[in-house]
């Protein structure tokens, strides 16, 4: 139970809940906008946070979607929880890696959009999305198209979403070519298969290279380009290409209470050196 007075609304179209933000936002309330809620609903019971009004999006078309539109993209909208994604066809990298968060019942609750936004450092369901340059779909006062724009990930993606007061993540979109394409995966936890990961990481063969994007070695989710165009160049076996990629990284993997950053950037380097025999193999 939250145990302060929160103001909770459920705006039917996207004007409604960016006109509510405003309105909420203006009262001094401290808004939020809701999706799956697992997430900042556990943190408003432990007075962890504290917002006046929540905005629930679950009622909003747009962000239930999950089809492929009229430019062939797949699209996914904010709301769609992570076991629909992940008994969904279409991208099958997305399917897997959602599959892995949390367990099946939890699964029922979380959404790609409160994955993705969330607060906490691993946000894998954002990595498959990295990977196949996949574009945000974002709501906000400043937006056309009925308060909508589109932006590729690279661009309003570093760490976590750049979101401006009063925007929200819409949908997820990325091409059928890019969602099709051969893929790897791999997930290592600590204790459990219901774990924090120690490392995700996603990779694909796409216009003849290969694509990493990982999360929980470096404590946020990375797609490091610079990294890639070093493996790209690197020679010798595949564990030695694989260090060259690591070691392009901006930065060093976390020690922390669950493993050394050491034993992390281990499993990071042997997950690239697998990802590169596998995805070179099939090419």
Avoid at 243 to 257: I, N, R, S, Y
Wanted: hydrophobic share 45%; proline share 5%.
């Amino acid at each position: 139970m939250i145990s302060f007075d929160v103001c909770y609304l459920q705006p039917q179209t996207l004007e409604e809940a960016l006109q509510a933000w405003q309105e909420e936002h203006a009262a001094g309330r401290e808004p939020r906008y809701l999706a799956g809620g697992t997430e900042l609903v556990t943190m408003a019971r432990d007075n962890r946070l504290r917002p006046g009004a929540l905005i629930d999006l679950k009622r909003l078309p747009e962000t239930t979607v999950l089809e492929t539109d009229a430019s062939g993209e797949l699209r996914y909208g904010a709301c769609v929880t992570l076991n629909e994604v992940a008994e969904a066809k279409g991208f099958p990298l997305l399917s897997a890696a959602c599959a892995r968060v949390a367990d099946h019942t939890v699964r029922n609750s979380i959404t790609v959009g409160g994955n993705v936004c969330g607060m906490l450092p691993y946000r894998e369901a954002v990595l498959p999305f990295l990977v196949g340059d996949g574009a945000a779909v974002i709501a906000g006062p400043e937006g056309a198209d009925a308060s909508t724009r589109t932006v590729p990930l690279n661009e309003c993606f570093d760490k976590r979403f750049a979101l401006a007061p009063g925007e929200f993540l819409v949908a997820l979109t990325v091409s059928t070519a890019a969602a099709a394409a051969a893929h790897w995966y791999r997930r290592r936890e600590r204790d459990a298969r219901v774990d924090y990961p120690l490392l995700t990481l996603c990779a694909a063969w796409i216009d003849g290279a290969i694509r990493i994007a990982f999360a929980g070695a470096l404590g946020y989710p990375l797609r490091s380009r610079s990294a890639e165009a070093a493996l790209a160049e690197a020679a010798g076996s595949a564990r030695d290409r694989a260090e060259t990629f690591v070691q392009a990284l901006p930065g060093e993997p976390k020690t922390d209470m669950r493993a050394s950053g050491e034993y992390r950037r281990e499993l990071l380097a042997q997950a690239v050196a697998d990802a590169i025999s596998e995805l070179e193999g099939r090419a």
